[in-house]
């Protein structure tokens, strides 16, 4: 499976938002293969999150979020479920659950509910290993700032809207991976 091939498929009419796209994902994908090759022992799908890296944000198209050229109908907190469900339409159901549970260091249910987020109502925290990788390297690249690494000050900063857990989730996972 080609992943460029999706975008092309649902980007080709958004030339700048498919730009943004790819270079953030191109960053994350780099950032998720070097966990991989200095942790050897982590026994993961090289290939997978190299694919699942370059699709994690696929669902950005259906959001409002001018700055970085999106212009759908949905907020931009629901991109993850709602890639996932075009991941699911084609045909790659592991894929999609990374795009599913990425954003922040994953959402819980009980968040979604307390905060009346607008998801369905489940649980959207990372569940193996090349999910956590993915969703951590996420957090250091900006598609508001292409090509601009993110202090882990930032990190952590821009993650607290989350909440305690899920900062403690990003550091747990920084030990495991750095």
């Not at 080609?2 to 994902?25: F, G, M, R």
């Not at 200095?38 to 699942?52: G, S, Y």
């Not at 993110?150 to 900063?157: A, C, E, F, I, P």
Request: charged letters at 30%.
């Amino acid at each position: 499976m080609n992943p460029l091939d999706i975008i092309d498929k649902y980007y080709a009419h958004t030339p700048e938002l498919k730009q943004v796209l790819l270079i953030h994902s191109e960053q994350v994908r780099d950032r998720a293969l070097s966990i991989v090759s200095r942790h050897p022992e982590l026994n993961v799908d090289k290939q997978f999150i190299a694919e699942a890296a370059m699709l994690h944000d696929i669902g950005i198209l259906f959001c409002d979020a001018p700055k970085i050229h999106c212009h759908g109908n949905h907020k931009y907190i629901e991109h993850g479920w709602l890639g996932a469900e075009l991941l699911r339409k084609e045909g790659l159901p592991l894929h999609a659950g990374v795009a599913e549970r990425h954003t922040g260091a994953g959402i819980t249910l009980e968040q979604v509910i307390r905060e009346q987020l607008p998801l369905p109502e489940k649980d959207y925290c990372p569940r193996t290993t090349e999910e956590e990788i993915i969703c951590y390297a996420d957090k250091f690249y900006s598609k508001s700032h292409l090509g601009q690494e993110l202090t882990l000050d930032k990190v952590r900063y821009n993650i607290w809207r989350y909440g305690h857990d899920s900062v403690r989730r990003f550091d747990n996972w920084r030990q495991k991976f750095e």
